[in-house]
């Protein structure tokens, strides 16, 4: 069965400190792998797909890598405003696949 | 804005009461997922159509049942409510099935009373 962990759970970092957060995952044969942010209360908010091991992407602050085992999304000087819930998903190559979801990485961000 | 609708963005109800959840993808969006996500739980997938035919079940409860209709648009069936099921409930669209970004809905607060 597919299964996505991600690690810390929560994460609290001072204003421009920056750190990795990590998603490890198992899967029958990856499609592509997802990141999420999620606010409070809202639905999540689509951040990156990777399909291979060895692809980074980037967005401000923001940046995903990928092994065949894990991924890391990479936060470069975190403002308040990165605070938030991410989240990994992958997606099976067999057929027409849900997104398996881990729990989240809590990030906190204090000025 | 994602571009998925959802409605409505709350609902109260009471135990065994019936309710529809309604999703309407974004414009050319073909598949349609929805997800439970519980206080403190992950997203839980319940199901997934595409093009009007089911294409993916996950933990859905017999009590629950959804379909998309030809206008692609989608309905989440929820009956004999239980206390359990309050919960925030996601639909997501993608164009496709397979290893296609998929965009989400800002949910329905489903709390039973």
């Known amino acids: 069965e597919d299964q996505v962990t991600q690690s810390p759970e929560a994460l609290r970092l001072q204003e421009g400190e920056s750190s990795s957060l990590n998603c490890s995952y198992t899967v029958s044969g990856l499609r592509g792998l997802f990141w999420y942010r999620q606010d409070p209360g809202k639905g999540p908010e689509f951040l990156f797909t990777l399909y291979s091991a060895g692809e980074e992407k980037e967005k401000e602050r923001l940046k995903a890598t990928l092994t065949k085992k894990e991924s890391f999304l990479h936060i470069t000087a975190p403002k308040p405003e990165d605070s938030a819930t991410y989240l990994c998903?992958?997606?099976?190559?067999?057929?027409?696949?849900?997104?398996?979801f881990g729990t989240g990485t809590r990030l906190l961000v204090s000025p | 804005d994602s571009g998925v609708t959802q409605t409505p963005k709350h609902l109260i109800t009471a135990t065994g009461q019936r309710v529809t959840l309604r999703c309407s993808p974004r414009s050319g969006d073909l598949s349609v997922y929805w997800y439970q996500q519980s206080l403190d739980q992950g997203l839980q997938f319940l199901i997934q159509?595409?093009?009007?035919?089911?294409?993916a079940k996950g933990n859905i409860l017999e009590r629950f049942s959804a379909q998309q209709f030809p206008d692609l648009h989608s309905e989440l069936n929820l009956s004999s409510l239980e206390l359990g099921d309050s919960a925030l409930y996601f639909c997501?669209?993608?164009?496709?099935?397979?290893?296609?970004?998929?965009?989400f809905g800002q949910g329905t607060r489903l709390t039973v009373v």
């Open positions: 998903a992958v997606q099976a190559n067999t057929g027409f696949q849900k997104l398996v």
């Open positions: 159509y595409y093009n009007g035919e089911e294409r």
């Open positions: 997501a669209s993608s164009f496709g099935g397979i290893g296609t970004e998929a965009f």
